[in-house]
């Protein structure tokens, strides 16, 4: 069961436009959530977090919006740039249901920022 | 300061070898995790360590798979008689959990092939 979903396996923007990644979970006991960025060849960058206590988090260019009613989180990126092409993973954790901070992680979109 | 360091960058063995796949976590930080990531999709918890105690082995494919962080320090992932089964990129990730939710810092992984 794939508790942590990106239904969008790509994406292709224009340079200058707005990126927008989605992530869909299914276990309410997630409280914490994360957006990761992998280029080929390396590990995961931490970009943004947001506790569920928030619906909004920004920093810079990213912005996190967090809608726990319906189990959904985006990633927004304003304005993309080229250097921004990689694939992006969404990730969630629960302190309710696990003292370990285990992330849960979804299968990941690939964005191509065109120039 | 460095961030997390894994060694080897790649490996290949052949089926049935035993293998040890070596994590040198962000200095200070207490949480350690492992985590396998197969081909085009995200990665899968493995297991879980706070300082030398490892807390959350739970994600472990089979007893083949051991981890060990002795000193609380460095960790080293070690699996016996390896399968093709077992060929993916394993993720290392360390966080100063300590203080709340924190974000986890990944190195650059190990491709472990099977022959």
């Not at chain 1, 920093?59 to 919006?65: A, E, K, L, S």
């Not at chain 2, 995200?42 to 360590?49: K, M």
């Not at chain 2, 002795?70 to 203080?99: M, N, W």
Request: proline content about 5%; glycine content about 8%; aromatic content about 10%.
């Amino acid at each position: 069961d794939q508790q942590v979903k990106q239904n969008s396996p790509s994406l292709s923007v224009q340079e200058g436009r707005i990126s927008i990644l989605n992530c869909d979970y299914t276990n309410s006991m997630f409280d914490y959530f994360l957006w990761y960025k992998k280029y080929p060849a390396e590990g995961p960058t931490f970009l943004i977090s947001i506790s569920s206590i928030k619906d909004k988090n920004e920093d810079g260019r990213f912005t996190v919006f967090l809608n726990k009613s319906a189990k959904h989180l985006s990633l927004h990126i304003v304005p993309s740039q080229p250097g921004d092409s990689a694939v992006y993973f969404c990730a969630a954790s629960s302190s309710v249901s696990s003292n370990t901070g285990k992330l849960i992680f979804g299968q990941g979109t690939t964005l191509q920022v065109k120039p | 300061g460095a961030g997390v360091s894994q060694s080897p960058r790649y490996k290949v063995a052949k089926r049935g070898q035993d293998v040890a796949l070596r994590c040198d976590p962000i200095s200070g930080h207490v949480s350690l995790f492992w985590y396998q990531q197969a081909l085009g999709q995200g990665p899968e918890f493995l297991t879980y360590f706070q300082n030398e105690a490892q807390l959350d082995k739970s994600g472990l494919p089979s007893d083949r798979f051991f981890a060990e962080r002795p000193e609380g320090s460095v960790s080293t992932l070690k699996i016996q008689r390896t399968q093709q089964e077992d060929s993916a990129v394993y993720l290392c990730a360390s966080s100063d959990q300590g203080v709340g939710n924190q974000p986890q810092h990944f190195g650059d992984g190990t491709r472990l092939s099977i022959l």
